[in-house]
């Protein structure tokens, strides 16, 4: 795989953060995704996040796994730590990692398709432990690095480019995510950076497991009449054989809405998106009822967006095994093996 790297040379005078880094600084190779893809912005929103938390770009640790959404951590953070893991099992990646090494920030990056299918259980596991990290899902409802499959995330009754109707019942993340205890719950839409940014702020800087949904429609394969995650970026060419496909560019679809209004999102092919940002007085630390919410907006075909549920006293995984304070990959011989008597005393406690 070939990755185009951005030139070094940047303008002097360009904005520097608390710690002296630009923007430029936290950013990655230029992206091989298709031309307004809206992956590309929620990696624009992480890169601000970044800069604005004036985080050392060598502190973050960035896994993924297969996809579409998992090939973005090569765009941005490019000083970071990464690692790419096979399909699905990013999660359990992501957690061996941070027990070894507390010390880092963890970013789990995702899709439907690896998230909701394949890593279905990788997903659960991984927020139910409290895992502190922030685990974003870059959700378009298909899988489109095969061409454009229905993914679990997909609602039911949409259709595919080849007016195929889904007939499953679609994966809520945001649901599952309440329901498995996540400390930290968010959705938002790719094109609201408005909105995205400071969610994402406050995912890394929120201790304990939490998880964002971002609506990111693809697109290649969810630019047509029937999707309900649709952001259409037309075909220029009729399918054939032997005949290459086109997608045209075109500006990516963006939004700005006040909070508790419903804003219809108009795609490109004339199909609109009804998405609801929460109302400023909403309590964001009640799990039951963000669940009611969520489904009594749902019944609507409204997409409820912004912070749907936190826990101000949250605990992560190494806070519920009890581990040391030191990273566990800087442990020497000594802490290790700390002798007979500790051994003895150990062991008396498990009669």
Same mark, same amino acid.
């Given at each position: 795989?070939?990755?185009?790297?951005?030139?070094?040379?940047?303008?002097p005078n360009l904005p520097k953060n608390d710690l002296g880094y630009t923007h430029r600084d936290y950013e990655g190779t230029v992206s091989t995704l298709c031309a307004g893809?809206?992956?590309?912005?929620?990696?624009?929103?992480?890169?601000?996040?970044?800069?604005?938390?004036?985080?050392?770009?060598?502190?973050?640790?960035?896994?993924?796994?297969?996809?579409?959404?998992?090939?973005?951590?090569?765009?941005?953070?490019?000083?970071?730590?990464?690692?790419?893991?096979?399909?699905?099992?990013?999660?359990?990646?992501?957690?061996?990692?941070?027990?070894?090494?507390?010390?880092?920030?963890? @970013? %789990?990056? *995702?899709?439907?398709?690896? #998230?909701? !299918?394949?890593?279905?259980? +990788?997903?659960?596991?991984?927020?139910?432990?409290?895992?502190?990290?922030?685990?974003?899902?870059?959700?378009?409802?298909?899988?489109?690095?095969?061409?454009?499959?229905?993914?679990?995330?997909?609602?039911?009754?949409?259709?595919?480019?080849?007016?195929?109707?889904?007939?499953?019942?679609?994966?809520?993340?945001?649901?599952?995510?309440?329901? @498995? %205890?996540? *400390?930290?719950?968010?959705? #938002?839409? !790719?094109?609201?950076?408005? +909105?995205?940014?400071?969610?994402?702020?406050?995912?890394?800087?929120?201790?304990?497991?939490?998880?964002?949904?971002?609506?990111?429609?693809?697109?290649?394969?969810?630019?047509?009449?029937?999707?309900?995650?649709?952001?259409?970026?037309?075909?220029?060419?009729?399918?054939?054989?032997?005949?290459?496909?086109?997608?045209?560019?075109?500006?990516?679809?963006?939004?700005?809405?006040?909070?508790?209004?419903?804003?219809?999102?108009?795609?490109?092919?004339?199909?609109?998106?009804?998405?609801?940002?929460?109302?400023?007085?909403?309590?964001?630390?009640?799990?039951?009822?963000?669940?009611?919410?969520?489904?009594?907006?749902?019944?609507?075909?409204?997409?409820?967006?912004?912070?749907?549920?936190?826990?101000?006293?949250?605990?992560?995984?190494?806070?519920?095994?009890?581990?040391?304070?030191?990273?566990?990959?800087?442990?020497?011989?000594?802490?290790?093996?700390?002798?007979?008597?500790?051994?003895?005393?150990?062991?008396?406690?498990?009669?």
């Amino acid at each position: 795989m070939t990755y185009l790297a951005k030139p070094k040379f940047h303008h002097p005078n360009l904005p520097k953060n608390d710690l002296g880094y630009t923007h430029r600084d936290y950013e990655g190779t230029v992206s091989t995704l298709c031309a307004g893809c809206g992956h590309d912005s929620i990696t624009a929103a992480i890169i601000q996040a970044c800069f604005e938390l004036s985080i050392e770009p060598h502190r973050v640790a960035k896994i993924s796994g297969i996809g579409c959404s998992s090939k973005t951590p090569t765009y941005f953070l490019g000083n970071s730590h990464g690692f790419n893991s096979v399909h699905g099992r990013m999660p359990s990646v992501l957690t061996g990692a941070n027990l070894a090494n507390r010390d880092l920030i963890y @970013l %789990g990056v *995702s899709g439907d398709g690896d #998230s909701a !299918s394949i890593g279905f259980g +990788q997903f659960a596991h991984a927020l139910r432990r409290g895992v502190n990290m922030a685990y974003i899902v870059e959700n378009n409802g298909v899988y489109g690095l095969t061409k454009g499959q229905f993914s679990a995330t997909a609602d039911r009754g949409s259709k595919s480019k080849r007016g195929i109707t889904n007939t499953d019942n679609s994966i809520d993340l945001v649901a599952i995510a309440l329901q @498995l %205890g996540a *400390s930290f719950v968010a959705r #938002s839409f !790719s094109g609201d950076k408005h +909105q995205l940014v400071p969610i994402i702020k406050a995912a890394i800087s929120h201790k304990g497991a939490a998880f964002i949904d971002v609506i990111s429609p693809c697109v290649a394969f969810n630019n047509h009449a029937g999707s309900t995650k649709s952001f259409d970026f037309v075909r220029e060419h009729n399918e054939a054989v032997n005949r290459l496909d086109v997608i045209s560019s075109r500006m990516p679809i963006e939004v700005k809405y006040d909070p508790g209004t419903v804003e219809l999102v108009e795609q490109h092919d004339g199909t609109t998106i009804a998405l609801r940002k929460l109302d400023a007085d909403y309590d964001v630390h009640d799990r039951t009822a963000a669940l009611g919410f969520l489904q009594s907006h749902a019944a609507k075909g409204q997409i409820v967006t912004g912070l749907l549920y936190m826990d101000k006293d949250a605990d992560d995984l190494h806070g519920h095994l009890g581990t040391v304070e030191m990273p566990l990959n800087a442990l020497n011989e000594k802490e290790l093996c700390p002798g007979q008597a500790m051994l003895d005393k150990f062991n008396a406690s498990m009669r």
